[in-house]
């Protein structure tokens, strides 16, 4: 069985960093694309980084462009955001996906644009003023 488990969310002060993990297991990633997502209270969920082709393709929403890092290590079948000089508007649930036979791109910043993803359960990032 395919699965994703997102980790290290939790309160961080603006301005601060923090690095979530999404790990896989039952599936490599070859062959997929991994994507940061996140959901705030009352709001769409939104796509904000992905990778692909190991760490040869990446892209970033505007909106964390600059301040988050998206990296994968092949070797733990694990994927990272680096999230950096965090704003109050950054405050969601993370989640993680994997996308079968696609590469990393604009188009997977749109979750309905996605043919068979994997999810994690997300992980919840507070920023506080």
């Known amino acids: 069985e395919e699965q994703l488990v997102e980790s290290g969310g939790g309160l961080v002060q603006a301005g601060g960093s923090v690095r979530l993990s999404c790990a896989a297991s039952?599936?490599?990633?070859?062959?997929?694309?991994i994507g940061w997502f996140r959901q705030a209270p009352g709001k769409a969920r939104e796509g904000v980084a992905c990778v692909s082709n190991g760490n040869d393709i990446k892209y970033y929403s505007d909106s964390v462009r600059g301040r988050f890092t998206i990296s994968t290590y092949n070797a733990k079948n694990t994927v990272y955001l680096q999230m950096t000089s965090l704003k109050r508007e950054d405050t969601a649930v993370y989640y993680c996906?994997?996308?079968?036979?696609?590469?990393?791109?604009?188009?997977?910043?749109?979750?309905?644009?996605?043919?068979?993803?994997?999810w994690g359960q997300g992980t919840q990032v507070t920023v506080s003023s």
């Open positions: 996906a994997a996308e079968p036979h696609r590469l990393c791109g604009v188009y997977l910043m749109d979750p309905s644009a996605l043919y068979d993803p994997t």
């Open positions: 039952g599936f490599t990633f070859d062959d997929y694309a």
